[in-house]
C-alpha cells in the first residue's frame, strides 16, 4: 500500500514538473550580509532605502530610529544624521547624482522636503511652487526618490506623482489612477506599495491588490505584469520593486518571502530568498533597490536589510538590452 | 511566466481581470495559498518523502507567515506612510516618535509594543505596551505574549496562544442568511461540534458582512468582521484544559466602508446593534460579572451586555452631555464614537442606516440603547492601559484647551500625558482637536455618568 502512494506521489511529482517546466538558470542570487554597524547587524523593520550610485553607497531612512544612516559598500555604516531630531518624523530619503540628499518628514497630513549636503546638513526646506491644484490638496508623498535632475515626490495612496527640481518648483506630474484608469474608489482602496524610476526614467510600481506590476513610460505608455498564486513567479502580496542597468525588473513578495527577477520583457527568471530564519532567508520583504549586482532588501521581524548579489550569466532569451 | 500585458488602451481590461481583489477575504474563506503554503517549503528546503520526513518542513499549519497573527499582518501591517483602508497596524510606529496611524474602530496594534514611562505623583510608574491591547503573538512583527495575564482576564485562554485567528474565523464559516440575521455555519455531520447554528446545507456566503450588505434567497453574507461563532475554536487550542468552544454568536454591527481615518471633523460610526459583550465573554467569561470575577475581588461589576439598557438617568446623561460642565446637549446631536452603544437590535438593515463616517448620525442613545465592552475599551489595542478608550489615570484629558503631553510648553500640563507626547495622546483621540471637549476635560466615563 505504502509503495502505491509512493508511486502516486512521485507520479504527481513528475506531471507538476512537467507541467510548469523551470525557466532557464540564467541568475543566481548570493546572500551576501546585512547591513550592520560594530555592534552587528542593525535590527530594522521595513524601513526605506536609496543608493547613491555615485560613491557605492547605501542610504536607509528609519522612520522609527528617527534618523538616516549611510552605509559603504561592504555594509557597514560609515555616517548618520537626522537623529538630532533636526527631521522631525523621517519617511524617506533620496540622493541626488550631485550628492545631494533629500529628507522627506511627514506629520499626520502635511509634510516636508529638505535638501541637505553630503553630510546631511539640512540646507533649505524646499517651498513647494508651481504646484497644480490637484497636487495642492491631497498630495501627502509618502516617498521620494531622485532620477535625472528630477525629485519624485509619491503619493502612494493617491497614486499621485509630482517631480520638481532640487528647489521644489513643479515639472510634471503623473495620475497613475487616471492613467491606469482606476476609479476613485479602486485608488482608495488599492494604491502602490513599491516605486522606483528606471534607467529610462520610466515609472516602476506594485498594486498588490491586483497582483500586478505596472511600468508607466514617461510618455504614459503602460504595461503590466504579474499574475497571483504562491507557484515561482507568481504574486502574492508583492512590494518593492526596482530595476537594474540591464533592464531586469526585481520584484519582493511580502507573503512569499522572496524576490523574483523579471527580465525586460517580464518574463521570469528565477527567484531567491525564501521563508526561514537563516540568514540568507527573507521574512516579509518590503522595499528594496537595487545597485549594481547588489540587491538590498528591507524585510521585518527585526532581521534588518539583506544584502544579495545577483550573478546573470548570459542574457536571458527574451532580453534585448545589456549583455 | 508570458504575462506581459500592453495597457495604453486595455487598462480596463486590467481592471475587469482582477476586480474582485478588493475585497479579499469577501466575507468567508479567501483563496488557500494567499495564506497557506503550497509549494514552497520553510527556507526553500526540498520537500522530501518516504523515511526523510525531516525535509518535510513548513511553517505552523503551512502558514505564509510564522505564526498566525504574522500570517495576517503580512497585508495587514503597514508603514505609517502607508497607513489606512485595511491596515490595523503601523510597523514604524515608536514610542515619542512616529505616532500609531491606523485609526480604525478596534485600534492599531502597534500600541502593544510601546512602552511610556512617566512619574505619578513623584513615583516612577511604566505604562506597558502589553497593557494596551490584545497581545496577539506574532514573531515577524515583534508581538510577544503578555508576560503579566498568562490567560485572558475572566477566562482561561492562554496568552501564548492569543493570535488574530482567536477572535476571527479566518476560514469565515459563520454567515448570515436572512434578513432576520440568522447565522449558520455548515458542517459535515459527525466532524465534530455540532450546536444549533450548524447545518448541514446553508447558503454560500457571496460578500462581506460586516458592511451592511444583505443576504438573498440564495446566497448569504458573512458575519460582522468574519468574527467566530457557536463551536468556534482554534486548532492551537484545542485541547487546552479549560478552554471551550465559543458559546455566543458573532456580535450584530455594520462598519461604514470607509473607517480607516482620523476622525478630526467628523466621527466613524460604526453601528453596534447587540451580542457584542456576550461575544467577548466567549473568553472573558466571568470579567464584569457581580458574583465571580478573575481576581477573586469585586471591583469589576460594571455591566456590560445586551441586557443592560442604560437606564432613565444615564440614558438622560449621555444624551445630554456635550463635555466637563456642559450638559447642555440634545439627544440628536449626542453621539460620539469615542463612546459608542449598542442600539439594541439585530435588524443590520437598521444598523446600516446609522453607519456612516460623514456626521450624519449624531443621534444618541434611546431606551433600547445598552452599554457594551466597546463602550470603553478597544477590540485591538488603545493608547491607554487596559485597552481604554481614554486613559482613567489622570484627572483631566486636556489641560487648558490643549491635550497634555511630555512636550508640552504648558508645563503643568506635562504629567497629564502619562509619559506620551501631545501627538500621541491626540492619535488616541483619532486626531479629534482638543477643542470638542471642555478646556479642562475630565474622564469620558462621564459621557454616561455626568458627574464633572
Redesign the interface.
Known amino acids: 500500500m505504502y509503495k502505491i502512494y509512493?508511486g502516486m506521489?512521485?507520479s504527481l511529482i513528475f506531471l507538476t514538473a512537467m507541467a510548469s517546466p523551470a525557466p532557464a538558470a540564467l541568475f543566481r542570487a548570493a546572500y551576501l550580509y546585512t547591513l550592520s554597524d560594530f555592534n552587528g547587524a542593525i535590527p530594522y523593520?521595513?524601513?526605506n532605502l536609496a543608493v547613491d550610485r555615485r560613491d557605492e553607497e547605501t542610504y536607509v531612512a528609519?522612520?522609527?530610529?528617527?534618523s538616516v544612516r549611510v552605509f559603504n559598500d561592504s555594509g557597514m555604516e560609515v555616517y548618520r544624521f537626522g537623529d538630532n531630531g533636526d527631521f522631525g518624523?523621517i519617511?524617506?530619503v533620496a540622493v541626488a547624482d550631485s550628492g545631494e540628499i533629500f529628507v522627506l518628514s511627514?506629520?499626520?497630513?502635511s509634510y516636508a522636503v529638505t535638501r541637505c549636503d553630503y553630510r546631511g546638513e539640512p540646507k533649505a526646506r524646499l517651498a513647494m511652487k508651481g504646484l497644480p491644484p490637484e497636487y495642492a490638496t491631497d498630495f501627502v508623498p509618502?516617498?521620494i526618490c531622485w532620477h535625472g535632475d528630477r525629485l519624485y515626490l509619491v503619493d502612494?495612496?493617491t497614486m499621485k506623482v509630482a517631480l520638481t527640481d532640487r528647489e521644489g518648483s513643479f515639472g510634471s506630474g503623473y495620475d497613475l489612477g487616471t492613467?491606469?484608469?482606476?476609479s476613485k474608489k479602486?485608488i482608495?482602496?488599492?494604491?502602490m506599495?513599491g516605486f522606483s524610476v528606471d534607467n529610462e526614467g520610466d515609472l516602476l510600481f506594485t498594486v498588490?491588490?491586483?497582483?500586478?506590476a505596472?511600468l508607466v513610460t514617461p510618455g504614459?505608455?503602460?504595461?503590466?505584469?504579474?499574475?497571483?498564486?504562491?507557484?515561482p513567479?507568481?504574486f502574492?502580496?508583492v512590494s518593492g520593486i526596482a530595476s537594474d542597468e540591464r533592464g531586469n525588473i526585481y520584484v519582493a513578495d511580502?507573503?512569499?518571502?522572496v524576490v523574483m527577477i523579471?527580465d525586460r520583457?517580464?518574463?521570469?527568471q528565477a527567484e531567491f530568498g525564501?521563508?526561514?530564519?537563516?540568514p540568507g532567508?527573507l521574512?516579509?520583504p518590503?522595499e528594496l533597490v537595487v545597485n549594481h549586482d547588489r540587491v538590498y532588501v528591507a524585510q521585518?521581524?527585526?532581521r534588518g536589510v539583506s544584502v544579495y548579489r545577483v550573478f546573470q550569466t548570459q542574457p536571458s532569451a527574451t532580453s534585448t538590452k545589456g549583455g | 511566466?508570458?504575462?506581459?500585458?500592453?495597457?495604453?488602451a486595455a487598462?480596463?481590461l486590467?481592471?475587469l481581470a482582477?476586480g474582485s481583489?478588493?475585497a479579499?477575504h469577501d466575507g468567508g474563506v479567501a483563496?488557500c495559498?494567499?495564506c497557506h503554503?503550497?509549494?514552497?517549503s520553510?527556507?526553500?528546503?526540498a520537500m522530501g518523502?518516504?523515511s526523510n520526513a525531516t525535509q518535510l518542513k513548513g511553517?505552523t499549519y503551512l502558514l505564509?507567515?510564522?505564526d498566525q497573527s504574522?500570517t495576517c499582518l503580512?497585508?495587514h501591517a503597514t508603514?505609517?506612510?502607508?497607513a489606512?483602508?485595511y491596515h490595523i497596524m503601523t510597523?514604524?510606529?515608536?514610542a515619542g516618535?512616529?505616532v500609531p496611524s491606523n485609526y480604525t474602530p478596534g485600534g492599531d496594534f502597534a500600541w502593544v509594543k510601546e512602552t511610556f514611562n512617566y512619574n505619578s505623583h513623584g513615583t516612577p510608574t511604566t505604562s506597558l505596551g502589553e497593557r494596551h491591547g490584545h497581545n496577539v503573538v506574532a514573531?515577524?512583527?515583534?508581538i510577544t505574549p503578555d508576560s503579566t495575564l498568562s490567560t485572558a482576564p475572566g477566562g482561561n485562554y492562554p496568552a501564548a496562544n492569543l493570535a488574530c485567528s482567536s477572535c476571527h474565523d479566518p476560514h469565515g464559516k459563520y454567515r448570515i442568511v436572512d434578513a432576520s440575521g440568522t447565522v449558520q455555519r455548515p458542517v459535515v455531520a459527525g466532524t465534530g461540534y455540532n450546536g444549533a447554528n450548524d447545518v448541514a446545507v446553508s447558503l454560500p456566503i457571496n460578500g462581506s458582512g460586516s458592511y451592511g450588505a444583505a443576504p438573498t434567497t440564495t446566497e448569504a453574507v458573512g458575519v460582522y468582521r468574519l468574527l467566530g461563532g457557536p463551536g468556534y475554536l482554534p486548532d492551537s487550542v484545542a485541547g487546552v484544559a479549560g478552554i471551550q468552544p465559543f458559546a455566543a454568536l458573532p456580535p450584530y454591527a455594520v462598519a461604514p466602508a470607509?473607517y480607516n481615518r482620523?476622525e478630526a471633523s467628523t466621527d466613524t460610526r460604526v453601528a453596534y446593534g447587540t451580542g457584542m459583550s456576550e461575544w467577548c465573554a466567549n473568553c472573558h467569561t466571568n470579567i464584569h460579572n457581580s458574583t465571580a470575577n478573575y481576581d477573586g475581588g469585586t471591583s469589576l461589576i460594571h455591566p456590560a451586555s445586551s441586557d443592560s439598557t442604560l437606564g432613565a438617568n444615564i440614558l438622560a446623561n449621555y444624551n445630554a452631555y456635550v463635555s466637563s460642565g456642559n450638559f447642555g446637549g440634545t439627544v440628536a446631536g449626542a453621539y460620539t464614537s469615542m463612546v459608542p452603544f449598542e442600539e439594541g437590535t439585530n435588524n443590520r438593515a437598521n444598523l446600516a442606516l446609522h453607519s456612516v463616517n460623514d456626521g450624519s448620525q449624531k443621534g444618541g442613545a434611546d431606551s433600547n440603547s445598552n452599554v457594551m465592552c466597546l463602550s470603553c475599551h478597544r477590540a485591538h489595542a488603545s493608547g491607554w492601559d487596559s485597552m481604554t478608550r481614554w486613559t482613567n489615570k489622570t484627572e483631566f484629558l486636556t489641560v487648558a484647551g490643549a491635550y497634555p503631553g511630555t512636550d508640552s510648553t504648558n508645563t503643568s500640563a506635562q504629567s497629564y500625558g502619562l509619559g506620551r507626547t501631545m501627538?500621541e495622546v491626540q492619535a488616541t483621540f483619532y486626531?479629534r482637536p482638543a477643542t470638542v471637549y471642555a478646556t479642562y476635560q475630565r474622564s469620558l466615563c462621564n459621557k454616561c455618568h455626568a458627574k464633572d
Not at chain 1, 498588490?208 to 500586478?212: L, N, Y
Not at chain 2, 520553510?42 to 528546503?45: D, T, V
Not at chain 2, 508603514?79 to 502607508?82: E, I, L, M, R, Y
Request: hydrophobic share 35%.
Open positions: 509512493r506521489l512521485l523593520n521595513w524601513v528609519d522612520p522609527a530610529g528617527r518624523n519617511t524617506a511627514r506629520s499626520n497630513a509618502d516617498t502612494r495612496n492613467i491606469l484608469g482606476f479602486q482608495s482602496e488599492s494604491g506599495v498588490p491588490v491586483f497582483f500586478s505596472y504614459h505608455q503602460v504595461r503590466s505584469f504579474g499574475m497571483r498564486g504562491s507557484t513567479g507568481k502574492n502580496i511580502t507573503l512569499r518571502c523579471f520583457d517580464f518574463s521570469f525564501f521563508r526561514g530564519l537563516e532567508n521574512i516579509a518590503m521585518s521581524r527585526a | 511566466m508570458k504575462a506581459a500585458k500592453s495597457l495604453t487598462a480596463v486590467t481592471l482582477s481583489a478588493f479579499y483563496y495559498d494567499g503554503t503550497m509549494h514552497n520553510s527556507g526553500n528546503k518523502t518516504g511553517v505564509q507567515g510564522s504574522s503580512n497585508c508603514t505609517s506612510a502607508k489606512g483602508s510597523t514604524d510606529a515608536a516618535g512616529t514573531a515577524d512583527f515583534g470607509t482620523s501627538n486626531q
